[in-house]
């Protein structure tokens, strides 16, 4: 045992603690800061995919619209250019989150999730954004004999709300699409999600955003939120934004309207890439098709091949810090790195001796019921999203919508949707959220062990609906 642990972290010696998206020549200069006063109809804050289709957006809908853009790092540091390249069509975290939430609106979440997921790809088209997209769809697996048999209710729950496009996977046709010993079966969607290049996308959302005449503004934090007339204001270091309307898009960091901060809690996910595979080793591991994979478990992992031919290998430990408090001394956690790399081997023992090139972590926004929820404060002229729960690269474009819905009050397929109009329950404060949160993650661990047993704790979290169920 000792000696595997010495071996996997051998093969983290030459990872560099960056994210290996980011770690990008084609990376653009900062913008400028804002250091004075601005005015506009539509502020958006926020730098990430949320606020990038916000402004892209609003110039589509109205091109003479005066929109301002204001992140306080650089477009795309956060979430938005360090997650897995996962761009999924569904908007409610799986068709079987949606269906326990929303079973009177489920056919219209998953065609709204199709032609959101569509129109990503048009977009992409459209501004030739070179982000290496592709439609190769994701597989989940069955690694445990009990994740079998809850693949086998994931199909016929589709099949019985009318989705056939899943397909089962015995353990031998999986292992044909992507082969390793730990597969039993699977369950692929062809078409619901798409691989990408997820810090290329924000830059060239960024790209088009400028091209249409957004104002953007780097390294300009906003502040504080308050009304200025019939607009609002928002206070920056240097100055104020005065705008009609304001859009927030900040997600995982302090919302501006303070009554949203209970709705959602930051969890830290971690990643590693590995240096390319050789001919030789993508031949030992199949994987022709280039799907996206998760494994079934409550602790999963979520891994892709990239352009270059790594392998990305992240998920499993999803880390809470006590107050939920955003610290970048959280960004990189050794201890996680070493585990997720010992499940790497496990999973491709053909793989021995291939080392890591990148490893890294950082935030993203939950809420309880793990999908996005959108609303409005000050009489309207400010809207917000969040809560996207690793959903993101697909589903802010759809809460872009919703958001600029919102702000001009007009009723929409989307505003009606329950989902739109309702929120989830809130967290409670500490100390009772971390001892919460801990003990959910206790007893997620237990089920995996347990054969997919949920105890009493996680049987009373999905009565009352809180959504802990992945």
């Known amino acids: 045992m000792a000696r595997a642990a010495m071996n996997f972290a051998a093969s983290l010696a030459d990872a560099q603690p960056v994210a290996f998206w980011l770690d990008d020549p084609g990376k653009p200069a900062a913008l400028p800061a804002l250091t004075t006063d601005e005015r506009c109809d539509l502020l958006v804050v926020g730098g990430g995919y949320s606020g990038l289709w916000t402004a892209l957006l609003a110039k589509e809908r109205d091109p003479a619209r005066d929109v301002v853009l204001i992140e306080g790092r650089e477009t795309g540091w956060a979430a938005s250019g360090r997650n897995g390249g996962f761009c999924a069509a569904s908007l409610t975290h799986g068709l079987g989150n949606g269906i326990a939430r929303w079973p009177d609106e489920i056919d219209r979440l998953e065609r709204l999730g199709a032609q959101n997921l569509d129109a990503i790809e048009e977009a992409v088209e459209t501004y030739a954004i070179d982000c290496d997209f592709e439609r190769t769809g994701s597989i989940d697996v069955a690694t445990e004999p009990h994740q079998l048999a809850e693949l086998d209710e994931m199909h016929e729950q589709a099949r019985r709300f009318g989705f056939d496009g899943l397909e089962l996977l015995d353990r031998d046709a999986l292992r044909a699409e992507v082969d390793s010993p730990t597969f039993l079966g699977g369950l692929w969607d062809r078409r619901g999600t798409a691989m990408l290049h997820p810090a290329r996308l924000a830059w060239g959302l960024k790209r088009a955003c400028l091209d249409l005449g957004v104002r953007i503004y780097e390294n300009t934090r ?241 009565r009352l609906g809180l959504g802990f169920d992945s």
């Open 222 to 462: 906003g502040l504080e939120l308050a009304p200025a007339g019939s607009g609002m204001a928002v206070r920056t270091p240097w100055g104020r934004v005065f705008a009609r309307r304001v859009a927030l898009g900040t997600n995982v960091f302090p919302s501006l309207v303070r009554r949203v901060r209970p709705y959602t809690v930051p969890v830290y996910d971690y990643a590693l890439t590995t240096e390319p595979l050789s001919p030789d080793q993508l031949a030992a591991i199949g994987w022709r098709g280039r799907q996206g994979l998760g494994d079934a478990a409550n602790q999963f992992h979520y891994f892709r091949l990239t352009a270059d031919h790594r392998i990305l290998w992240g998920g499993y430990d999803a880390v809470y810090p006590f107050g939920g408090r955003v610290s970048a001394e959280m960004d990189h956690r050794p201890e996680t790195y070493l585990k997720l790399a010992g499940h790497f081997f496990r999973c491709f023992p053909q793989l021995e001796g291939l080392r890591f090139s990148h490893a890294w972590g950082g935030a993203i926004d939950t809420c309880s019921r793990f999908s996005a929820f959108f609303g409005t404060a000050h009489g309207g002229r400010v809207s917000y999203a969040a809560g996207y729960t690793g959903l993101g690269v697909g589903a802010t474009r759809f809460g872009a919508e919703v958001m600029l819905d919102l702000l001009a009050g007009r009723s929409t397929e989307r505003t009606g949707l329950e989902m739109v109009r309702t929120k989830p329950l809130p967290f409670p404060p500490e100390p009772v959220a971390w001892a919460g949160i801990e003990l959910t993650k206790w007893s997620l661990a237990r089920a995996d062990a347990r054969g997919g047993r949920r105890n009493a704790w996680l049987r009373t979290m999905d």
